[in-house]
């Protein structure tokens, strides 16, 4: 197909790469202070409103989001939690981080938190967005006046954006990242050696929390979906192939690992999706280059282990949709100036904790019996010393320094 751009340029202030939780929050909040923007996305609109993801949202996120008229549904829909349960050395331990802190967890799809967001943007705040599109480009990030420009689809022609700021919220794998020029930033990498295989089951949930395994025979999570379906997670090598992963053996292990004396025995079914994810971390620094903002996994990835990922994303996406607003609407940069430095305290601090809960959940299963001894210890201490609970507590929940 040929493609032609003899359009005139538009022209929005803001243009937001991505259409996932940072991306479509940028624009929400955008929208409501009344600073026009566009928002491009390569996948339809069907597609992000279903595709699955992780969907623990820590208190803050959730009320940041609640301030900015983001979490009606949410409120109404999402599961709270107020403890988990750690099962190691053939017992059950519960960790009620809700009597330490008075905080909670929601549990929200992401999927379901991206149709919100997408509707309240589009349909209820009028925004303007381009799903489907391909070959996104940008040109001129360090001029006052930056270009991105695409093929749509449907046309078949490229088209051109002019704009005052770029938000870079299109993930690990989009443009944006890949547009700053070389040396600009550092990336800082981490890869843990471990797999997990994720799997969702036509189950209801066996516990009323969130579960963590530790065997010796690898890490294994449960947790609830929705009253019909269950996430569970099992360590394995990296880059396993699912199809090695048979339903009998799926569920063999997942009894194994899971097993403690008196535990109700798991509710099994069909298993309706198995991908291994690999653990890796990478964190980009700083997250500017010229009008170019980066946010969510196009700044920085964290591995599922702290299920930090979406909340990152959040806190990113506020932060920067309030630095342009004042900008664009009072001329002020105060908070543009801090945003990366301000967003990747955050993120280093949720990298740290991902490293040190690692060890938690996939010591024991190392064959180094230093390890495992000391991922016990660990745990042990998280039942036997109040001071210990309490730290847990504020970095599980992300406490220790508000939005």
């Given amino acids: 197909m040929t493609t032609s751009s003899s359009r005139a340029a538009e022209r929005f202030p803001v243009v937001v790469v991505g259409a996932g939780p940072a991306g479509l929050t940028v624009g ?9 923007c566009l928002v491009l996305e390569t996948e339809s609109r069907r597609f992000v409103e279903q595709r699955p993801r992780a969907g623990v949202i820590e208190e803050w996120a959730v009320r940041g989001l609640e301030r900015r008229g983001l979490a009606g549904r949410l409120l109404e829909r999402a599961q709270r ?17 809700g009597e330490l802190t ?5 549990v929200y799809p992401q999927h379901f938190l991206v149709t919100d967001l997408v509707r309240e943007y589009v349909d209820v705040r009028g ?3 381009r799903f489907g599109v391909r070959d996104v480009r940008l040109r001129g990030l360090d001029t006052e006046r930056p270009e991105v420009s695409y093929t749509c689809a449907e046309a078949g022609e490229r088209r051109v954006v002019e704009c005052a700021f770029v938000a870079g919220c299109d993930g690990a794998r989009g443009v944006t990242r890949a547009a700053v020029p070389a040396g600009r930033t550092r990336i800082a990498r981490f890869d843990y050696g471990i797999g997990w295989l994720a799997l969702l089951a036509e189950a209801p949930p066996s516990a009323r929390s969130v579960v963590f395994g530790m065997h010796p025979r690898g890490f294994a999570g449960h947790m609830q979906r929705s009253p019909d379906t269950t996430r569970y997670y099992l360590q394995c090598p990296p880059g396993d192939d699912p199809a090695n992963w048979s339903h009998e053996r799926v569920w063999d292990e997942l009894r194994e690992r899971l097993r403690a004396a008196d535990a109700p025995p798991l509710n099994e079914g069909r298993l309706i999706e198995k991908r291994v994810l690999d653990m890796h971390n990478y964190v980009v620094e700083p997250m500017v280059s010229g ?8 700044a920085h990835l964290t591995a599922p282990i702290a299920a930090k990922g979406m909340n990152l994303a959040l806190h990113d996406a506020f ?3 309030d630095g342009l607003v004042a900008r664009l609407r009072d001329g002020d940069d105060t908070l543009l100036a801090r945003y990366s430095g301000a967003c990747l305290a955050r993120v280093w601090d949720y990298q740290e904790f991902s490293g040190w809960l690692s060890e938690v959940y996939h010591g024991t299963a190392s064959g180094d ?3 495992a001894g000391s991922a016990l210890a660990r745990l042990r201490r998280l039942f036997d010393s109040p001071v210990a609970a309490a730290a847990f507590a504020e970095q599980y929940l992300g406490t220790r320094t508000g939005e």
């Fill in 369 to 371: 019996p230093y390890r």
């Fill in 102 to 106: 008075g905080c909670h967890h929601w």
């Fill in 127 to 129: 925004g303007a967005v």
């Fill in 291 to 298: 009008r170019l903002f980066l946010a969510g996994d196009a």
């Fill in 319 to 321: 932060l920067l949709a």
């Fill in 28 to 36: 929400c909040v955008l929208r409501a202070a009344g600073v026009d």
């Fill in 81 to 97: 939690h107020s403890e988990c349960e750690f099962r190691f050395g053939g017992e059950r331990y519960r960790f009620r981080y």
